[in-house]
């Protein structure tokens, strides 16, 4: 098993920034992908970036390219959310998920085995 848990989260002015974290710890061998996702009230969860953990590659929805950054640290098996130019619509509660493997595009939750309790991120 994989635990995850993410820190970070807060409240913030429309504009500001934040980092969120995810660490992980158990069985961190056996994944290969990590990703954001977020949620707001009455709204779907929605898959914010994801990097693949072996390359490196990264991921973004449209509505944060540009804005937010995706990276690890891989000796601290640490995924991080830089999240600049905060708007409103941001605010959600945002969930780390680590995948062992893809089976649909990156931001379908079903890739994902493993998920965090979440952090609160609020913009106004």
């Known amino acids: 098993h994989v635990q995850l848990v993410e820190s970070g989260g807060g409240s913030v002015q429309a504009g500001g920034s934040l980092r969120l974290s995810c660490a992980a710890s158990?069985?961190?061998?056996?994944?290969?992908?990590m990703a954001w996702f977020r949620q707001a009230p009455g709204k779907e969860r929605e898959g914010v970036a994801a990097?693949?953990?072996?390359?490196?590659?990264?991921y973004y929805a449209d509505s944060v390219k540009g804005r937010f950054t995706i990276s690890q640290d891989i000796a601290k098996r640490t995924v991080y959310l830089q999240m600049n130019s905060l708007k409103f619509e941001d605010t959600a509660k945002y969930y780390c998920?680590?995948?062992?493997?893809?089976?649909?595009?990156?931001?379908?939750?079903?890739?994902?085995?493993?998920w965090g309790q979440g952090t609160q991120v609020t913009v106004s």
């Open positions: 998920a680590a995948a062992v493997r893809m089976v649909a595009p990156w931001y379908s939750r079903y890739n994902y085995n493993y």
């Open positions: 158990g069985h961190t061998y056996n994944y290969n992908f």
């Open positions: 990097i693949s953990t072996d390359y490196g590659s990264t």
